[in-house]
């Protein structure tokens, strides 16, 4: 069974440009979770969605980062304008469901770089 | 808030010594408690966990049980390899709608043959 599939698994672009990664879930599983890690420190949770809805948000910095699930499957994390304190690894996890009994699977991450 | 405190990295050891990787917890109700590693170049993966007190955790020759009078959850493993070398992450994740995993720092680990 394919597990999570994310890219591009690097990306190096300039302050103020736009950037987006994608993230294919597991087949079935129907929660999504974005998390940032920065380097030397553990992920932390960017936005979770079950099917299509965003139900955890809380952590995403809504002034340039915006994501998306359409059809409750594939998603896209946007940045926009990219800053220098953006540079870390995206990870996409996925779960059958939200509940704490279900384990989550990540993805290899891209890693972002920001000059 | 909830939050997790792992020990300092990084860890060098010699094949077929004794690893202890202390994790200790912050956390309002009952958490389950996780440990995920990392090997370079690829994604987390979940390696043992445990969702009550005094129960414990295995996987690959790796212990760790949920210690609630010490809030703890230090990772074991009797003889390690050289294939163990890797970052690993203590956990952890509340019920009760907060379905985020809290992560520690993590630890890296370095088996030298």
């Known amino acids: 069974e394919a597990g999570v599939v994310q890219s591009p698994r690097y990306k190096i672009i300039e302050k103020k440009q736009p950037v987006a990664f994608w993230c294919n879930p597991i087949?079935?599983?129907?929660?999504l979770y974005w998390y940032r890690q920065n380097l030397g420190q553990g992920p932390e949770l960017l936005i979770r969605?079950?099917?299509?809805?965003?139900?955890?948000d809380s952590q995403l910095p809504k002034d340039r980062f915006s994501a998306e699930r359409l059809k409750g499957v594939d998603s896209t994390l946007k940045i926009q304008p990219a800053e220098l304190g953006d540079s870390a690894v995206y990870l996409c996890?996925?779960?059958?469901?939200?509940?704490?009994?279900?384990?989550?699977?990540f993805g290899p991450g891209t890693r972002l770089t920001v000059l | 808030g909830n939050s997790v405190t792992q020990m300092e990295g990084p860890v060098t050891l010699s094949e077929e010594a004794f690893l202890t990787i202390n994790c200790t917890y912050t956390?309002?109700?009952?958490?389950?408690l996780f440990w995920y590693v990392q090997y370079p170049g690829e994604g987390l993966q979940l390696l043992l966990k445990?969702?009550?007190?005094?129960d414990k955790g295995s996987n690959k020759g790796f212990e760790a049980t949920y210690r609630k009078e010490t809030t703890s959850f230090h990772l074991e493993k009797g003889s390690v390899q050289v294939s163990d070398s890797a970052v690993y992450f203590c956990?952890?994740?509340?019920?009760?709608?907060?379905?985020?995993?809290?992560f520690g720092q993590g630890t890296r680990l370095t088996i030298n043959p």
């Open positions: 996890a996925s779960s059958f469901s939200a509940q704490i009994t279900d384990t989550q699977y």
């Open positions: 087949s079935g599983h129907n929660t």
């Open positions: 969605y079950e099917n299509e809805e965003a139900v955890d």
């Open positions: 956390a309002t109700g009952y958490p389950s």
């Open positions: 445990a969702t009550k007190a005094d």
């Open positions: 956990a952890l994740r509340r019920g009760q709608g907060a379905q985020k995993l809290v």
